[in-house]
């Protein structure tokens, strides 16, 4: 029997903190979204010092993280960084094999759908702008479990092999805050008021995704693990797919000891 065990990449780890991390910013933004609205204090009170120190908080942080897929790094995952040239390893073979355009509308489409339906509860007062924030934030756990666990856009939709060759990977910020882009810019009374936070959150996801999506038109090659070796299952550092896998293994039997415990008791019924 292997008893190898395949170890914990960097990657990974740091996937796992990011989870943590945003696990506790979402359950301390939920604790102050319902002070806010116990003491009915708007959730974007600029002239509040704690609304300034929450909101800036949350928004350098995740800037930080984009502007790490904007350049080469050691720390991000290859899914991200095979958009860059040094990591562009050629195969020899010429032409790309690319995921399916269909898949990836149908991606896109769905993710507007769903957001458009919050937009509207928005725009009908039914819900307010710290539920938006808070659903942006809960998109970036998701977003975590994705990476680790189970991702319903590759199982579901692109059919990709792993994260590591996904189409869309560098789309995530841009879905994580699409909620707050009804936020933008309000109006009341006195006029239209800038939300500075959301405004820098969501240009910044906006332009990570156009120079994905330009370096993917201009360079397909990087893309495809046909034509890139550094995105080939063989020379992949960061096995991220392993959690996915591990947690498959573990539903499976979980389902077979639930099948047999029904059998069992079928049994116990007929006697």
Not at 7 to 33: C, D, P
Request: glycine share 4%.
């Amino acid at each position: 029997m292997d008893t190898k065990r395949i170890r914990i990449s960097i990657i990974s780890k740091l996937n796992f903190i990011r989870l943590f991390y945003r696990g506790t910013l979402l359950l301390g933004l939920l604790v102050y979204y319902i002070l806010f609205r116990i003491y009915n204090i708007p959730f974007f009170d600029f002239s509040n010092p704690i609304t300034l120190v929450v909101v800036g908080f949350i928004t350098l942080s995740f800037v930080g993280e984009m502007i790490e897929r904007f350049i080469p790094s050691k720390t991000a995952s290859m899914g991200s960084q095979k958009q860059h040239e040094r990591n562009y390893r050629p195969s020899g073979e010429e032409k790309p094999v690319l995921q399916s355009w269909k898949a990836t509308l149908l991606v896109a489409t769905s993710w507007i759908g769903l957001n458009a339906i919050f937009g509207t509860l928005y725009y009908l007062n039914i819900i307010d702008q710290g539920l938006l924030m808070l659903i942006s934030i809960t998109y970036s756990v998701c977003d975590m479990i994705c990476i680790l666990y189970f991702c319903p856009f590759q199982t579901w939709m692109m059919h990709n092999r792993c994260c590591t060759t996904c189409r869309i990977y560098n789309w995530d910020f841009a879905m994580m805050f699409t909620p707050i882009v009804f936020i933008m810019v309000t109006k009341n009374d006195s006029g239209y008021i800038f939300n500075p936070f959301a405004i820098i959150l969501v240009v910044t996801a906006l332009a990570l995704l156009i120079k994905w999506e330009v370096v993917f038109r201009l360079h397909p090659e990087r893309f495809s693990d046909t034509t890139n070796l550094s995105i080939r299952c063989e020379n992949c550092q960061e096995k991220l797919c392993s959690h996915k896998k591990q947690l498959q293994r573990l539903l499976k039997k979980s389902r077979e000891l639930l099948k047999q415990k029904l059998n069992i008791k079928d049994k116990e019924n007929n006697l």
